[in-house]
């Protein structure tokens, strides 16, 4: 399996990433593990992510599931459709 951070849509994200944590406010907000799926639910069982790749508008963000974004900000994915983040556990 590839490793998570060499893939080429991780290796973008980061690029654009906003570490600063400032994340753009609406009035309807959602937590991003609403956001998951039941198969993004047991990636993450699998791979531990401590963070999750989320685009709130032309923003992008690692964010844990328990963050608040808005409701229209999108996870992202690898063209398997699977979810990027950074593993908790180095080399993950």
Known sequence: MEKIMQKPEMKA???IANLSMAIPTTKK???VQTLLTKEDDARLKEYIFGTIA???GEEAFFLSPKHNV???AMLQRDEQGQ???IPAIAGG
């Open 54 to 56: 989320v685009k709130v």
């Open 13 to 15: 994200f980061i690029k």
């Open 29 to 31: 907000m959602v937590t």
């Open 70 to 72: 808005p409701d229209t």
């Open 83 to 85: 979810i990027l983040g």
